[in-house]
T-cell receptor, first 114, second 110 residues
């Protein structure tokens, strides 16, 4: 099992540009989560999906952020337009259904908006 | 809203010492608690998962305890090594809302 796979590992973009972050969860996991980590706010849940359906997006900071999960093996987090304050590490995590299972995190995407 | 606090924020110990990291949470109606390790610039590695019905979990030199009624968990690291240096994060799950503490940054000096 390759674990949760995120791409790219690093992204540097100019303010105003569109940014797309990608995630491939562990096969068979029913839940997928997007988190953002900053020094000031720590780890924050942005949105999560269950069986490809968005369940709770209350953590999405603004309408500039959107997330999709077109199938069980792929999800994207898009920021359009990007701003310098979006600079952070974005993590994707997945887990199986049932609370006996913990979360598995990807290696993250470090986003820098200049 | 669940709030998770970790004390201390940073800890420096000489190699070989046993140490305890603390985690407290405000809402005891949790499903489980998970301890993670994060190395600088890296992702989160799961160390231990404790279900709400369990009192402790052990993995090698690590032992995590859970007292749900008092809203506390501890991570005990025995015979610390320089390779244990990292940030340790406590995360509590209520339904599908996993909340993280700010972490304890551990440095183990050779």
């Amino acid at each position: 099992d390759a674990g949760v796979i995120q791409s790219p590992r690093h992204e540097v973009t100019e303010m105003g540009q569109e940014v797309t972050l990608r995630c491939k969860p562990i096969s068979g996991h029913d839940y997928l989560f997007w988190y953002r980590q900053t020094m000031m706010r720590g780890l924050e849940l942005l949105i999560y999906f269950n069986n490809n359906v968005p369940i709770d997006d209350s953590g999405m900071p603004e309408d500039r952020f959107s997330a999709k999960m077109p199938n069980a093996s792929f999800s994207t987090l898009k920021i359009q337009p990007s701003e310098p304050r979006d600079s952070a590490v974005y993590f994707c995590a997945s887990r199986s259904a049932g609370y006996n299972y913990g979360y598995t995190f990807g290696s993250g995407t470090r986003l820098t908006v200049v | 809203k669940q709030e998770v606090t970790q004390i201390p924020a940073a800890l420096s110990v000489p190699e070989g010492e046993n140490l305890v990291l603390n985690c407290s949470f405000t809402d005891s109606a949790i499903y489980n608690l998970q301890w993670f390790r994060q190395d600088p610039g890296k992702g989160l590695t799961s160390l231990l998962l404790i279900q709400s019905s369990q009192r402790e979990q052990t993995s090698g030199r690590l032992n995590a305890s859970l007292d749900k009624s008092s809203g506390r968990s501890t991570l005990y690291i025995a015979a610390s090594q320089p390779g244990d240096s990292a940030t340790y994060l406590c995360a509590v799950s209520n339904n599908n809302d996993m909340r993280f503490g700010a972490g304890t940054r551990l440095t183990v000096k050779p």
